[in-house]
């Protein structure tokens, strides 16, 4: 049964209760509040500009453990020798907005489409959505977003301008931040390389009801000083 959202109360269905395919409600909007009450619930909201808001609560969640995350000896040498520059938090938007334009396969169109961009953009102004920033010569190449629930990072999307910067900064992602999670969502074979992998989503959901938000975001959880 899929749900319809009531427009003046922010609560969602019991995320069970979701379609086969994962899609559990429709409608509602982006606030502040309604996103993160869904995603503090393992829901999270993909659509394009055609359809009202969706909103997906996998029965399989494809996640990756930071401390599982494969890096092989080729993608080592890259960040070892400093290929790099990796940031958080200092591009948001240029990160969310080269997600958006991002080619990807099979795929007409994006579903990061202008609300969802000035949406997250809030998200993050208020300390709730981090992003990833990859740099090579100055310019930005790479980065990943997401929003951050506890120690959970719930990923939202990546780019590459050049080999191997989306790998980079969710390596990096992985390697200095103390997390206990990082949500992929949905499958990927990328992903799946690096070490990604499906659970049921029982288990995924039990994690979250454990954890609390934390306002100061990845700075907090940053276990390196530069």
Known sequence: MIFRLDEQQIIFPDPSLAEEDGLLAVGGDLSLDRLRNAYANGIFPWYSEET???????????????????????????????????????????????????????????????????????????????????????????????????KVFCGESMFSKVSNASKAALIYLCKNFDLDLVDCQIHSDHLESMGAKLIDSKIFYNLLQNQQYNTHGLQNLLRYSD
């Not at 080592?76 to 969310?96: L, N, R, Y």
């Not at 080619?103 to 102004?125: C, P, S």
């Not at 208020?126 to 190449?141: M, N, P």
Request: net charge negative; glycine share 8%.
């Open 52 to 150: 009202l808001i969706l909103w997906y609560a996998p029965h399989e969640r494809f996640v990756l453990y930071p401390q599982e995350i494969k890096v092989s000896k080729s993608m080592s040498k890259i960040m070892d020798k400093g290929s790099f520059e990796i940031t958080f938090d200092i591009a948001f938007e240029h990160v969310i907005h080269n997600c958006a334009s991002a080619d990807r396969k099979d795929q007409d169109g994006t579903w990061i489409v202008d609300e969802m961009q000035k949406a997250y953009i809030n998200l993050h102004q208020k300390g709730f959505a981090h992003s990833i920033e990859v740099w090579q010569d100055g310019k930005l190449v790479g980065g990943l977003y997401g929003v951050l629930i506890g």
